[in-house]
Every structure is written in C-alpha cells, then in structure tokens.
C-alpha cells in the first residue's frame, strides 16, 4: 500500500559525490542501478531484507503545494531512490523464565538523489552511505564509481560575489562563522557576522591562515530564506527560518536544489565540476 | 647527459635486451663446449657474455624503478592494515587509492596488475593513461599520478578468503608493489550512539548542537 504523507528520519545533510561512468551516459548508468540492485522487500533473519526503493518526492511535494512549480519541474530531472537494509542483531531474552535468543531486526537507509550533470547527493550518517556506495559500486561491477567532490569554499564565496553570464538564485544574506584548517593542520574558527565575510580581504585573511573548510551562514534561494554550512565534502541545512515552515516534501525538494545551486555556483566558471 | 646514460641503462633492462643477453650467454657456452680448441673465439664470447650480463646487472642495480605507494578509501582500513598492505574487502567491495611516481629515465610505461583471487579489478585512472586488460599504459613523460582501482567479487561466491594483487613493470620486468586482499563476510558494526563526539568528527557524524534539520 503507498503512503500517503511523505516522511523523512535523520537530518538535512547531504554528502556530494560525482557519479563517473565508464563509456556509458548518465541514463545507462542509471540503469545499471535499478537493473543489479534489488527492489528493496521485507526479508527476514535466515534473508535480510536489501535494495532500493523509488522517492516520489515529487509527487508529494506536488500535493503539499507549497513549493514554486519552477522547483518541481526541476526535481522531475532528478533521480531519487532510498538504498535501504535490514539488520538483525541476537540477543538473549527471557519468555516464561526459560531464556532465548531473538533477533532483533532494524532497518537501515540512505536517501540518493542523482542529477544528470553527474552529482549524486547521499543523505544519510557516513557508516550508512559508505556501504550505500559500496554496494551500489558493487553492483555496477566496476562500471560506476562514486568519488567525493572536494568543494573549494574560497571559489563559492568569489563566485557568489561576482556577476555571472548564468543567472543564479543564490545570494548571501550573512555568515554566522566560519571554520578553517590552519597551516600547521590544527582546526580554529573564526567568527563572523553580517555579510563582511564575502568581502575579498576577509577571505584572504582567512586563507592567510589556512584552508577554509567551513561556511555557516544565512542564504537566499529564491524567495526562500535557509540556514546552511558549506564544508568540502558536504552541504547540511537547517530546519529554522523558511524551511522550518514546509512540510517533509518540500522540505527535501528545497533542500535538494538548494545544494545543487551551491554546487553549480561553486563550479561555475571553471567549465565543469570542480573535483580537485 | 645524464638522461641519456640513463636512457641507454633503460634499453639494456628491457625484456628484448635480456633475452639478447641470455642467447648470447648461451652460444657461449656452446662455442665453449664445441670449439675446446678456439682460443680466440671462446674468449672473445666469453667477454661478450660476462659484459653483456654485467652491463644488466649494473643496469637494474642503480637505474630507479617506478614507485608505488596505496591507501585505502575506508573508515575500517588502519595503520595495521597499512604497515601489513593487507586491504579488507567488505560485502565484495574495496576501493583503493594508489600513487605511482615515474623516474626520468622513463619516458612510457605498462603497469601490469596481476590478481589471484575470484575478483574482478576495475581501474579509474586519469586521461592520459590509458588501461586495458589490468595493465596501466602510458606512452607520455609523465613524472607522477593517482588512479583509483575498484575491486569487485560476488559477496556469496567470496567468504573469508585472502589473495595477492601484485604490480609489474613489463618494460622492466619487475615487481613494484604488492599488496593482500582480505575479503570478508561481515561488515563490522559501529555503534553511533556510544561515539565521543571527537570520534563523531572523525566519522564525519553529524553532532545534534549543528541542529540541521
């Protein structure tokens, strides 16, 4: 039976990968997911249930109405599935006074959303989306790899600033902080406020210091006030301001575009997604 | 000068230049054996095989030979995994980061990757390298690169096995880095809840004063 109320665990953190194919598309790729890996079905202790199963997210997100249409004709590009598994853990228990072992089963699942320019976003605690890769690589035979992107802050923050021939949707309302890993590899944060840390010699000074490696702040997406971190290998959102408002649907459907409009931001000018 | 020395030391270690040299040791020993009475002839064969093997041995003695580190891309691979080049491959699947680095000398390459194991090895390597049939080819000077090499079994068909995965030279012949496959049927579990929040960090764990939503 569907659901009819979409509903999601956990946080809005999304960890960014390029999905690499070898001498396939982005459509054969696609389907080398859904044709090796299972539907994901119930299973039991002897058979533990594994596989994928569809997001309609946008559907739900349709019938929330609370999202632009713009935003919903753009997750229709999107693919989005669950990888989810079971687990069954033993332990003793007590029945009538007579001790035995049951098997305790719990379930697992990593939320993936993939675009056709080659993003993957994993939404799901590292443990999680590391088998989540793992078996999806697995299953690809060697045909697929997942590499993490390596976000160059200093690069987002320039390119918000600058005028740019792609029209983008993001602007910077202000920075709450900002961490960065010092030269000498001991992590510091320097605190921030307002809209002066995208001035150039903020930037540079934190660069003279080391690498940053984490942006907090407060952005515009749209008409849409979010709360966000920036951190080089993934984008986390917060359930204040705007977002606290929506419901899951539109929630993970802003969260989505919003991490993939940093991105887009991010790689903007270098012809292509910025991995090094 | 240099280079060219280390060029010509390059030829004399190829395979072709080996087997030359081991023809020639050969009918040495045959004109040896034949000709008792040939002074000049045996003599002169002897020099030539005695140089010719000489030459080889200085040869792959002090011409440098391609380098190879790897690592591990997993939370569970660690420094005893690392000082023992034993890689645990979980649910059939291991993903390893490895780094060549080319002496000058050598201005192409193939490096062959040489498997005994029920895997199936999948390479990624960077544009101008190319790969087929686990050997790496390279016809560029190129002093350094990275490649990602996927390693791939059928989890039912593996078990608790251990197998070699060795690295050649085949211009050189010679073996330049090994490492140790250790497939296993379980994936170890991890507790998130009894983490401290240092250990969280490293997990890349989300801690709840982040609050996202």
Request: net charge negative.
């Amino acid at each position: 039976m569907k659901e009819d109320r979409f509903e999601y665990s956990g946080h809005l953190v999304f960890s960014i990968f390029n999905l690499r194919l070898k001498n396939k598309d982005f459509s054969d790729g696609i389907s080398i997911i859904f044709n090796e890996l299972p539907e994901y079905e119930e299973g039991n202790p002897d058979n533990p249930g594994e596989g994928y199963l569809e997001l309609e997210i946008r559907e739900f997100a349709e019938k929330e109405e609370k999202l632009p249409h713009w935003m919903l004709d753009e997750i229709d590009n999107w693919i989005n599935i669950q990888y989810k598994w079971e687990s069954y853990e033993v332990q003793e228990a007590f029945i009538e006074g007579d001790q035995f072992e049951v098997k305790i089963p719990s379930t697992n699942s990593v939320d993936i959303f993939f675009h056709p320019s080659g993003y993957a976003l994993f939404r799901g605690t590292q443990s999680a989306i590391h088998r989540a890769t793992s078996r999806i690589e697995q299953a690809a035979a060697g045909e697929m790899m997942l590499d993490k992107v390596n976000l160059n802050i200093p690069k987002l923050i320039k390119n918000i600033n600058s005028e740019s021939d792609r029209e983008h949707k993001l602007t910077f309302e202000g920075a709450t902080n900002a961490s960065f890993r010092a030269l000498d590899a001991y992590t510091d944060q320097i605190s921030l406020s307002g809209s002066d840390v995208l001035s150039d010699s903020i930037v540079g000074e934190a660069q003279n210091k080391g690498q940053i490696i984490q942006l907090n702040g407060i952005f515009n997406f749209d008409e849409y006030s979010v709360t966000s971190g920036v951190e080089q290998d993934k984008i986390y959102l917060k359930s204040s301001r705007d977002l606290r408002d929506l419901p899951s649907a539109s929630r993970i459907v802003l969260s989505i575009l919003f991490t993939f409009e940093v991105l887009e931001i991010q790689s903007d000018s270098s012809g292509g997604k910025n991995n090094d | 000068m240099t280079r060219r020395i280390e060029k010509i030391a390059s030829r004399i270690q190829s395979p072709r230049i080996s087997g030359v040299t081991l023809v020639i040791t050969i009918l040495s020993a045959a004109v040896f054996l034949i000709f008792p009475t040939q002074y000049v002839l045996r003599s002169a064969f002897v020099i030539l095989s005695v140089f010719s093997l000489f030459t080889i041995l200085i040869a792959r003695k002090f011409l440098p030979e391609i380098k190879m580190s790897s690592l591990q891309e997993s939370q569970f691979f660690d420094i005893e995994n690392y000082h023992n080049q034993v890689y645990p491959v979980y649910l059939g699947h291991a993903k390893i980061e490895a780094y060549a680095e080319i002496p000058n000398w050598m201005t192409e390459f193939e490096i062959e990757m040489e498997l005994d194991g029920p895997f199936k090895i999948s390479e990624w390597t960077p544009s101008h390298i190319s790969s087929s049939d686990n050997t790496l080819i390279c016809k560029n000077d190129i002093d350094d690169f990275k490649f990602t090499i996927q390693i791939i079994g059928e989890e039912d068909e593996l078990g608790d096995t251990t197998c070699n995965l060795i690295f050649n030279n085949n211009k050189t012949g010679n073996e330049i880095h090994a490492i140790k496959l250790n497939s296993k049927s379980e994936l170890p579990t991890i507790d998130e809840d009894k983490l401290t929040e240092e250990e969280k960090n490293e997990w890349g764990i989300t801690s709840p004063d982040q609050q996202p939503g």
